[in-house]
């Protein structure tokens, strides 16, 4: 079993939809969660950290289920230059690597 | 530099031979990762360096490969006798501590073996 696991996609949407992104992981010892973002053949970058509590940075809500080992990622109002492959990430705890998931293709489209 | 700098951006090797991959991290970064992506997949971990502690290298994929990172900072990673299925962007990426920072990415070498 992958210790990351995303639906690969792809999710086709129109400009303006709310679209969202589910990650498991199987380690229930993980303590840091991140969604990061990949353009087309660019390296990845940090999208947000995301919270036990849940975080919002203006169109994209990230939220964590312990419980469930679950964390998901939406996106409102989707625009164009959202178009992306979006990773989940997630670390055990300070000297662990960080383990992707394979990451979620979307397509925003006019 | 400002980021994390990785030499050469591309490089084509011949089926056998030896390469050297080279990442400089963001000053004072003591995580330094190296992971590998092909076409159209997702990363691959191969190796994290934590400041002074024993290197993670439960990712490398077999003997072939190696990797060291001298003083605490330059990582070179190295892929002996190389092998088509080596072909990928090999990505390096620092962070100011393991796990719990964000990981910041250079822009990769991509190694073709031909």
């Known amino acids: 079993r992958k210790e990351v696991e995303q639906d690969p996609g792809p999710f086709n949407v129109p400009e303006g939809a709310t679209v969202a992104f589910n990650c498991t992981y199987s380690?229930?010892?993980?303590?840091?969660f991140f969604w990061y973002r990949q353009d087309c053949r660019k390296e990845p970058k940090l999208l947000m950290s995301?919270?036990?509590s849940g975080n919002e940075d203006g169109r994209f809500t990230a939220q964590l289920n312990r419980a469930s080992q679950y964390i998901s990622l939406l996106i409102r109002d989707s625009k164009l230059s959202d178009s992306a492959t979006y990773l989940c990430?997630?670390?055990?705890?300070?000297?662990?690597?960080?383990?992707f998931g394979k990451g979620t293709s979307l397509l925003v489209t006019p | 530099g400002a980021g994390v700098s990785q030499s050469p951006s591309n490089k084509v090797t011949e089926k056998g031979k030896d390469v050297e991959l080279r990442c400089d991290p963001i000053?004072?970064?003591?995580?330094l990762y190296w992971y590998r992506q092909s076409l159209g997949q997702g990363l691959e971990f191969l190796i994290y360096?934590?400041?002074?502690?024993?290197?993670?290298k439960s990712g490398l994929p077999s003997d072939r490969f190696s990797a060291e990172r001298t003083g605490g900072s330059v990582s070179t990673l190295t892929i002996q006798r190389t092998q088509q299925e080596d072909s990928a962007v090999y990505l390096c990426?620092?962070?100011?501590?393991?796990?719990?920072?964000?990981?910041?990415f250079g822009q990769g070498t991509r190694l073709t073996v031909v």
């Open positions: 990426a620092s962070s100011l501590q393991t796990g719990v920072t964000e990981a910041f």
């Open positions: 380690n229930s010892a993980s303590q840091s």
């Open positions: 995301v919270y036990s």
């Open positions: 990430v997630v670390a055990a705890n300070s000297g662990y690597a960080l383990n």
């Open positions: 000053s004072g970064h003591t995580a």
């Open positions: 360096f934590q400041g002074n502690s024993a290197p993670d």
